[in-house]
């Protein structure tokens, strides 16, 4: 399941001029600033494959990268702006939805969640549509190394919070697991996760 090679294929401006081969992909999604270009670094093991930023809303457009040649990691523009009023909202483009809706090649959805903050009812909304829809989809915490970094934040907490909230939502609760981009916690994980369901 490991990662031997990475190429950058193309950025998208819309879903009808993704990549046409019908290789099977994951779709890295999350609030902005939450780690989802840094936790594709972190698969890859290379700092520069993906551009990160301090400066939320860095990804405009859906990027494809072709790993060892035979399947896709897709980095997607974050939802919900961290400082603005619209992080309370889940205000997808036409353009993030016809992706998810259209995208036969699509195995999973990797939704990542902050551990270092308390549960964002955007995250949950964002779960919730793409049970509605069907669209299989796996929980990964990011920054989970901030465990007891900071102060009065305790991620254990706020990841059992989260957890007990999916539970109630779901009768079959999606898989989870715990990432940091900075330690590399859950990057095998990660990987032979994504490897088995590429194989189901
Ligand atoms: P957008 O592209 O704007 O949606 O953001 P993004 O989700 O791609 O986030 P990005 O990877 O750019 O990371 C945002 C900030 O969080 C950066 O300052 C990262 O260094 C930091 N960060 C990301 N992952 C981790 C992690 O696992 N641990 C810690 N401590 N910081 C992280
Ligand atoms: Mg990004």
């Not at 939802?79 to 809706?101: C, H, I, Q, V």
């Not at 955007?122 to 509605?132: P, S, T, V």
């Not at 901030?146 to 007990?164: C, L, T, Y």
Request: glycine share 4%.
């Amino acid at each position: 399941s490991q990662i031997k090679q990475v190429e950058f294929v193309k950025s998208s401006a819309k879903p009808k001029d993704c990549p046409k081969d019908a290789l099977p992909e994951f779709a890295i999604l999350g609030r902005s600033n939450v780690g989802k270009s840094s936790l594709i670094n972190a698969l890859v093991r290379k700092k520069e494959v993906v551009l990160t930023s301090k400066k939320p809303g860095k990804t405009q457009l859906i990027n494809h990268f072709l790993v060892n040649k035979n399947w896709y990691i897709v980095d997607l523009p974050g939802y919900g702006f961290a400082n603005a009023p619209e992080s309370t909202r889940m205000d997808w483009s036409s353009f993030t939805k016809g992706y998810f809706l259209n995208r036969e090649t699509l195995v999973a959805v990797l939704l990542l969640v902050d551990a270092s903050i308390p549960p964002r009812k955007i995250d949950l909304d964002c779960a919730n549509w793409l049970g509605r829809n069907n669209i299989p989809m796996t929980f990964v915490f990011t920054k989970c190394d901030k465990m007891k970094a900071s102060k009065g934040i305790r991620p254990d907490e706020n990841i059992k919070n989260f957890q007990e909230i999916i539970r109630e939502n779901y009768r079959e609760p999606p898989p989870w697991i715990m990432t940091s981009s900075v330690t590399g916690l859950g990057r095998d994980e990660l990987l032979l996760h994504m490897s088995q369901l590429r194989n189901y």
